[in-house]
């Protein structure tokens, strides 16, 4: 799949995990965060919980998404949420988290299948 479909078919997963997360009661706080170590998904607040999102999408048939995410990229994105916290001292919450989406959908970029694990590492 060439570069720019697979960051259409990333994008397209990140807004049906942001959607998901505003259903439940979340407001998205940061989509892309981006340092040079590397990028947070989503960073979504409720007001009693802050959750540092790796969302991960896959075209049906090719493998489920979470096989992705090693110990490796958990360990990515636990620093990355210590930068962000360092650089946001108003962000508080009752309870932090890291949790992961996994996004599967069909040909035509519709969604076949959406599993969310809370506290997933």
Not at 8 to 14: C, H, V, Y
Not at 41 to 61: H, M, Q, Y
């Amino acid at each position: 799949m060439a570069r720019t479909a697979l960051t259409a078919l990333a994008r397209r997963g990140e807004e049906l995990a942001g959607a998901h997360y505003e259903r439940l009661g979340f407001t998205v706080l940061a989509r892309n965060h981006r340092t040079r170590r590397g990028e947070i998904d989503l960073i979504v607040c409720d007001g009693r919980t802050l959750a540092f999102v790796e969302v991960k999408t896959r075209c049906s048939g090719s493998g489920h998404p979470f096989e992705a995410i090693h110990p490796g990229k958990q360990r990515r994105i636990r620093l990355l949420a210590r930068e962000w916290l360092a650089g946001a001292p108003g962000a508080r919450a009752d309870e932090l988290r890291f949790d992961a989406v996994g996004v599967i959908l069909d040909a035509r970029g519709q969604l076949l299948r959406l599993d969310h694990i809370e506290a997933a590492f």
